[in-house]
Every structure is written in structure tokens, then in C-alpha cells.
């Protein structure tokens, strides 16, 4: 296998694949530093924790990940939580940041001596209609060309694998939203022991954390506003009025790191063309306010790892051909809720009073029926994988 791109998804499908005996190389365009100082998602489903667990990479963030069995909705200055774990048989979410992943994907690869290959440059993918696929790149100033059986596309929305497939073979549906989000980093313990989604006239807000000591907190921005125009003070200001409640007070600290993120729904299909296989941003990119992004991948990998084990074991390629098919229904389930997610929460400026009545009455909704309570928990804490995967690996 040649794996293009050492994110989460590419690092979870070598080491998958490693442990049993499938050989890959994983080749990534960027520093190892910079691929472990990325600062992205921080939330684990329940199944994305079982998957990393089972892989015998998490017993750190069993240490030390933040382990929440609910959330709290906030509008007109009220909170209400929703129980998840209580309305959903005990499933959960975990706090434990994409940095911390990638870091213990790595750690766990350069241990096993397998190939890992940074700061790769000018990468291309080609023969794909062929028996052995190329990839070519160069590397300390040497062109290096990789043959393999298949190659996994884990390289991103801008990576080279999705545009590598020929004009008229893939279906793309995409939405741009008319807002982003401003996040910051602070080096101060967090002002609550949930998550926090607030709905506010002035825009959407939401307090995360990524440890005891650390807070990630984001506030609704134009997508096309400029980092620089939000000093530490106004970015504070605007999470004190937007994250109000009777009671309760927010904690201040030293900005450590600070961006804007615009947000876009996208969907790729079919996530597979002859000998590449897409996983991740590469076929699917979700707003981040259903906390999907990278749970969506760690499940495209496991998919893939259960296809492609069974494959080099028995030569079965059923696993390989059914790959696209059951990965998006997963992708279409958690892009409507990602969807519903934002557009319940978010003030749209093209919006009327009425939209905005609609969506104060579809809050109070969720937080006053059990049903409608479940049913944003059972999608927020994840669809159930691993066992599912773990079945269909014994009998394949």
C-alpha cells in the first residue's frame, strides 16, 4: 500500500494495517513537527475511541482524555443540558485533541520501524487503471517513484489524489456557509465541565476545552474577516456576551494561538476509482459544529483497513467493492447532522425574524423532548463501529 498523507486517517490506516502484516508506506508533503503541532478537532466519538483502543494506541488518551457524557445548549441567557450518555446506553465522547492523536499514531510507527516518510514534495499518483499504481515525489532532493498494489488518498481537500482521477468519474456536492469561526487557543482552565453550544443574537459561540488546563473556545465571524482585526480583549468581549448566563462566569487567560475557519459542507463520490481509495477531506469535509470531521476519517480507515486485510489474506475483494458504498452512508448521515447542527445554532445574515424564530423554537424543542434529546445524542456520541468492523473481520 502506498498512503498518501500523515494525518489521522492515514497514521490509524497504516497502523492498522501493520498489525496485521499488510505492508504500507506512508508519505506526507509536511514536518513531522508541523503535522504534531496542527491544531484541529478534539472530540472523539465513542466508536472512534473503541477503534484507537482496540489498535493498542490509547492508552494515553485514557489517561488523560476528558471523558463527557453530555452538552449544554445555551440561548436566551439559559442552559440546558442534554444527557447523552443517559439517552444513549452509556456511549460517550472524549475530549483528547487531533494533536495528541497524531501524536501517538506517530510515536507508534516510528516504533514498529515501519515506513513513515515527511517532507515529501511534488507528489503525483499515476497508473491507476494499472495493476501496480505509481506514486512519484521527491524527497532530501531525490526523486523516489513507490509501485504498490493500491494507494489510499488521506492527503486532505487540496491533496493530490482526489484531482488525480479523471474528469466525469466523481460526483461532488458542496455548500458554502456564510459564516466561520474564530478560534482561539487560552492557557486557562476551562469555565465548564461540558461543552458549551450557545445560540446568541450577535452569533453562534462555543466553549471546548482540550485539558484541565487548556480551553479552545470559538465565536461566529464572516468567513472573510481578517484574524488581525480581533485583539485578544475584543475575542474576550464577544465570548462574555454571547456565552452570558445567570450564575455562571467565564475564566480569561493568555491567547496561545488564534485563526479563522471558513465552513463548507462536501461530498466526493464514489470515494473509490480503480486502485485509489479516498478517506477523510480528500472525499468529505463537514462544519465543525457536529464535531464529525475527524471521526468521519478514523471510520473511512477502518473500513478500508477491514477491505484491504481481507483482500491481501484471503484475495476477497468484496470488502474493496463494497468500500464507497458503506462509508457514505455514514458521510451523508453525519454531513445532514452537521448541517442541522450549524444552521440551528449559527445567525445567518441573510436570514429574516422568521428564520430566526424557527430556530429558537427547534432549541427549545430539543431540549424539551426526550426524543429529540436522543436523537441529537445518538448521533453526537457516533454511530456504533468497532464492533461492527470486529465482526466482519471474523467472518471475512
Known sequence: MAIVGAGPAGLLLGHLLHRHGVEAVILEARTREYVEARIRAGVLEQGSTEVLREAGVGERMDREGLVHGGIYLRF?????????????HGRAVTIYGQTEVVKDLVAARVAAGAPLHFE???????????????????????????????IAGCDGFHGVCRTSIPDGVLSAWQREYPFGWLGILADVPPSTDELIYAYHERGFALHS???????????????????????????????????????WSLREGPVLEKSITPMR??????????????????????PPTGAKGLNLAFADVTVLAQALIAYFSSGSDTGLDEYSERCLKR???????????????????????????????QLEYVCSSNAAATSLSENYVGLPLAQAIEAELARG
Open 76 to 88: 436566551g441567557g439559559a442552559s440546558h443540558h442534554i444527557p447523552m450518555s443517559e439517552l444513549t
Open 120 to 150: 515529501c514534495r511534488d507528489v503525483s499518483v499515476h497508473g491507476l487503471e494499472e495493476d501496480e499504481p505509481v506514486v512519484r515525489y521527491m524527497h532530501h532532493g531525490n526523486a523516489r517513484e513507490l509501485r504498490c498494489r493500491f
Open 209 to 247: 476545552m482540550r485539558s484541565p488546563t487548556i480551553s479552545r473556545l470559538y465565536v461566529q465571524v464572516d468567513p472573510d474577516d481578517d484574524v488581525a482585526n480581533w485583539s485578544d480583549d475584543r475575542v474576550w468581549d464577544e465570548l462574555h456576551t454571547r456565552l452570558e448566563s445567570e450564575g
Open 265 to 286: 459542507s462536501f461530498v466526493a463520490a464514489p470515494m473509490r476509482y480503480r486502485s485509489l481509495f479516498l478517506a477523510g477531506d480528500a472525499a468529505h469535509i463537514v
Open 331 to 361: 458521510v451523508w448521515r453525519a454531513q445532514h447532522f452537521s448541517w442541522w447542527m450549524t444552521t440551528m445554532l449559527h445567525h445567518d445574515p441573510g436570514d429574516d425574524a422568521y428564520g430566526r424564530r424557527l430556530q429558537r423554537s
